[in-house]
Structure formats: structure tokens, C-alpha cells
């Protein structure tokens, strides 16, 4: 049996300094913020080599909060990807914005930059690309765009920890970079998390003052703000788990480099890492056909496969309302029709990528 995530060999073998790490907050008295939070924001900071972090209660409300400091409001559009997660668009909307998506680049699956050029209108205020699956966006021509156009960049970087394009960090590429926690991200947490990096100090102000109600002082609130404090248990959590980041993301990276040799051998084409990314694997996709048959023949195997994502955001009833139809966005659609996800996780057996591989030649040829 191989699934297709396993979170327990990453957390298992930290298990005694995760234990320390939540028993301390737990005698601390302080359960909000504090200094365990303090302290995981400096270090994930560095580690981005990014001066300003704020830590939040979830990507969705590090999205949401980002868009509102950058000063993103009712009228304004806000140009993104359809390929991603749903917590993209919809942060853009609780910012009463409008989502304006623009296709995909079908080989990187990210934002393709003459789309996004084609899809500006005069009330765009923002770009909003995301890493998708541990790569970063095409950065250079978006960001050419966005100065020609007076826009903001604020880079989805949820599934890109770590990552970088042309020797720069995610979260290090825009005006504002929004990551989360979640479990099963790169860096997850015992629960959820989220966090904004930014360069501009009045930029962390702002997102300080927007995740804790607005008040420097204690009830005296400046403006109708927010609560997206993140839990001083996860701030604890995310430090120790933190330190090992660059490991698990090398280990995401031989087992990519493995599945890259292995995957020409029963006809498939690996995905591509682009000139001048540092891929960190969130997600290993292949482009497969009759993609239910073959993830039917691999879960028969042992093996598991997911489907992220099945739907692209302009077909999701959510969304209806842009009166955006089939056909609307080709690459994001073909990329929502075909891709299938593979294992991939710190701790997947040293033999797994054969193992995956050989049940993948044998699910197609059935
Ligand atoms: C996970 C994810 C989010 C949302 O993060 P949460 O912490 O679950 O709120 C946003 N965007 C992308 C691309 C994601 O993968």
C-alpha cells in the first residue's frame, strides 16, 4: 500500500520535540499569538530571506487580508488563474473584488502571461499568481506587467514553500507573499495556519493591525478589521517542524528526479520543472488518459492517485455568476480533464517511485 499522502512519517519521528514544543505553550498561559508566534514569524522569515512575516489562522485569511493592505476593494479586478484551489478566488471576492482568470500555461500549469496581459481591464488592480503544485509563476513577464499597469503582485504561494524563481524565494516575488499551513502543505501544521511575508515594513503593519481587530492599543480600534490570529500551539508546532523544511523539500525533489526517470519508460511525460524554478513538488502530476480507469487500476494495485483539481474555478457553481462557460479557458480545463497526482511525501518508501511507476504501466495497459 502506497496512498497518495501520508502526513504520519514527517510528524511520527518529531513526536517528542512536537510534545515539548505544544507542552511549553500549554504551561505558558498564552494560547493566541505570544512569543511562540513572534518567534516562528522571524524564522520563517529568514528562511525566506523576506524581512516582514505575519502569521495568520489560515491561507484563506492570509489571501483575504493581503488583498485588503494592498488597498484591493469593492470595483477593483483582481487578474488570477482558474487552476487552483477555490480559497484564490473566493479571498478575492471576501475583499469585494472581482476575480478576472486568465488561462494557464499548460506545461507549468501556472498563470500564462499573455493571458494575463489580454485579460486586463481598467479596473485591474492586482495580479494574483499562484505557485501551483511547488513551482513558481512565470514572475518576470507578470511582473513587467504589473509595473506598466500600476498593479500590485501578490503571489498565492500556499503549495510553494521554498521554492524560487531565478534564485529568489516564493513569498519573496511580489509586494506581498500568502502561505498557508494546512496539514498537508509543504510546511503543515498540527491544524491550521497561515502567513504573509512582505518587504514593505507599513505593509506588515497594516496586516498586524487587520488580523487582530484593528487595535494597536488595546480597544481602541482604528478601523472594522479581522480576527486571524494564529494559534500560539501552531506557532509552536510550525518551529519545530520549520527546521526541517529544507530536507523534506530536497526529499520531495530526489523522489521527483526519480519519477523523472522512471515515467519515460511506460510512455508518459513527466512534468516539467522550468528554466530558472526550483520546483518544490507539492504536488507530482502526469498527464494521463481515461484518467478514472488508470487511477481505478492503481488503487486495485495498493496505489494511491488524486485528482487536484477536478474543476477549474470559472466551472465551479460558485463562480456562475462571471458567466464564464466551458471552452472559456482550454489549458486550465485540459489540465482539470487529465492531470492525475501521484504520491509524493517526505517519508514515501525509499522503493516507492518503482513501485508507483510499475502499477501505473500495468493500470495503463489494462
Ligand atoms: C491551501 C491553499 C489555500 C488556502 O489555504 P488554507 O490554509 O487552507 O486556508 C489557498 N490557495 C492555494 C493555492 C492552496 O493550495
Given at each position: 500500500?502506497?496512498?497518495f499522502?501520508?502526513?504520519?512519517?514527517?510528524?511520527?519521528?518529531?513526536?517528542?520535540?512536537?510534545?515539548?514544543?505544544?507542552?511549553?505553550?500549554?504551561?505558558?498561559?498564552?494560547?493566541?499569538?505570544?512569543?511562540?508566534?513572534?518567534?516562528?514569524?522571524?524564522?520563517?522569515?529568514?528562511?525566506?530571506?523576506?524581512?516582514?512575516?505575519?502569521?495568520?489562522?489560515?491561507?484563506?485569511?492570509?489571501?483575504?487580508?493581503?488583498?485588503?493592505?494592498?488597498?484591493?476593494?469593492?470595483g477593483?479586478?483582481?487578474?488570477?488563474?482558474?487552476?487552483?484551489?477555490?480559497?484564490?478566488?473566493?479571498?478575492?471576492?471576501?475583499?469585494?473584488?472581482?476575480?478576472?482568470?486568465?488561462?494557464?500555461?499548460f506545461?507549468?500549469?501556472?498563470?500564462?502571461?499573455?493571458?494575463?496581459a489580454?485579460?486586463?481591464?481598467?479596473?485591474?488592480?492586482?495580479?494574483?499568481?499562484?505557485?501551483?503544485?511547488?513551482?513558481?509563476?512565470?514572475?518576470?513577464?507578470?511582473?513587467?506587467?504589473?509595473?506598466?499597469?500600476?498593479?500590485?503582485?501578490?503571489?498565492?504561494?500556499?503549495?510553494a514553500?521554498?521554492?524560487?524563481?531565478?534564485g529568489?524565494?516564493?513569498?519573496?516575488?511580489?509586494?506581498?507573499?500568502?502561505?498557508?499551513?494546512?496539514?498537508?502543505?509543504?510546511?503543515?501544521?498540527?491544524?491550521?495556519?497561515?502567513?504573509?511575508?512582505?518587504?514593505?515594513?507599513?505593509?506588515?503593519?497594516?496586516?498586524?493591525?487587520?488580523r487582530?481587530?484593528?487595535?494597536?492599543?488595546?480597544?481602541?480600534?482604528?478601523?472594522?478589521?479581522?480576527?486571524?490570529?494564529?494559534?500560539?500551539?501552531?506557532?509552536?508546532?510550525?518551529?519545530?517542524?520549520?527546521?526541517?523544511?529544507?530536507?523534506?523539500?530536497?526529499?520531495?525533489?530526489?523522489?521527483?528526479?526519480?519519477?523523472?526517470?522512471?515515467?519515460?519508460?511506460?510512455?508518459?511525460?513527466?512534468?516539467?520543472?522550468?528554466?530558472?524554478?526550483?520546483h518544490?513538488?507539492?504536488?507530482?502530476?502526469?498527464?494521463?488518459?481515461?484518467?478514472?480507469?488508470?487511477?481505478?487500476?492503481?488503487?486495485?494495485?495498493?496505489?494511491?492517485?488524486?485528482?487536484?483539481?477536478?474543476?477549474?474555478?470559472?466551472?465551479?457553481?460558485?463562480?456562475?455568476?462571471?458567466?464564464?462557460?466551458?471552452?472559456s479557458?482550454?489549458?486550465?480545463?485540459?489540465?482539470a480533464?487529465?492531470?492525475?497526482?501521484?504520491?509524493?511525501?517526505?517519508?514515501?518508501?525509499?522503493?516507492?517511485?518503482?513501485?508507483?511507476?510499475?502499477?501505473?504501466?500495468?493500470?495503463?495497459?489494462?
Open positions: 500500500m502506497i496512498p499522502i501520508d502526513l504520519r512519517p514527517q510528524n511520527e519521528p518529531l513526536r517528542s520535540e512536537l510534545e515539548a514544543a505544544l507542552g511549553r505553550v500549554l504551561d505558558s498561559g498564552a494560547y493566541t499569538l505570544g512569543p511562540e508566534v513572534a518567534a516562528f514569524e522571524q524564522e520563517f522569515a529568514d528562511w525566506c530571506g523576506v524581512p516582514h512575516a505575519v502569521a495568520m489562522n489560515s491561507g484563506t485569511a492570509a489571501l483575504h487580508l493581503a488583498l485588503l493592505a494592498a488597498g484591493i476593494g469593492p477593483d479586478d483582481v487578474v488570477t488563474t482558474p487552476f487552483s484551489f477555490i480559497a484564490t478566488a473566493c479571498a478575492i471576492r471576501y475583499a469585494g473584488a472581482n476575480p478576472v482568470f486568465a488561462d494557464i500555461d506545461a507549468t500549469r501556472n498563470l500564462d502571461p499573455e493571458a494575463a489580454k485579460a486586463l481591464t481598467p479596473r485591474t488592480r492586482a495580479i494574483l499568481p499562484v505557485h501551483l503544485y511547488g513551482q513558481t509563476a512565470d514572475m518576470d513577464p507578470l511582473r513587467a506587467l504589473a509595473q506598466q499597469h500600476g498593479l500590485a503582485v501578490i503571489e498565492d504561494a500556499a503549495q514553500h521554498g521554492a524560487s524563481y531565478r529568489a524565494p516564493a513569498g519573496g516575488l511580489g509586494v506581498l507573499g500568502c502561505f498557508s499551513f494546512y496539514p498537508t502543505k509543504n510546511l503543515g501544521a498540527l491544524g491550521e495556519g497561515g502567513l504573509v511575508t512582505t518587504r514593505d515594513a507599513a505593509l506588515a503593519d497594516a496586516l498586524r493591525s487587520l487582530d481587530w484593528g487595535a494597536r492599543e488595546k480597544y481602541q480600534h482604528e478601523i472594522v478589521a479581522h480576527n486571524a490570529r494564529m494559534d500560539a500551539f501552531q506557532g509552536a508546532a510550525l518551529r519545530v517542524k520549520l527546521r526541517r523544511l529544507t530536507a523534506w523539500n530536497e526529499e520531495r525533489r530526489a523522489i521527483a528526479a526519480r519519477y523523472e526517470e522512471l515515467l519515460p519508460g511506460i510512455g508518459l511525460e513527466p512534468p516539467l520543472e522550468a528554466p530558472g524554478c526550483k518544490v513538488w507539492h504536488v507530482y502530476t502526469v498527464c494521463v488518459p481515461e484518467r478514472e480507469r488508470v487511477a481505478a487500476g492503481l488503487r486495485e494495485q495498493g496505489i494511491g492517485s488524486a485528482v487536484v483539481y477536478p474543476r477549474p474555478l470559472h466551472l465551479q457553481p460558485a463562480f456562475a455568476d462571471l458567466g464564464l462557460g466551458a471552452g479557458f482550454p489549458n486550465a480545463e485540459r489540465a480533464r487529465e492531470l492525475l497526482g501521484l504520491p509524493m511525501y517526505p517519508g514515501l518508501p525509499a522503493d516507492g517511485p518503482e513501485r508507483v511507476v510499475a502499477a501505473l504501466g500495468k493500470a495503463l495497459r489494462l
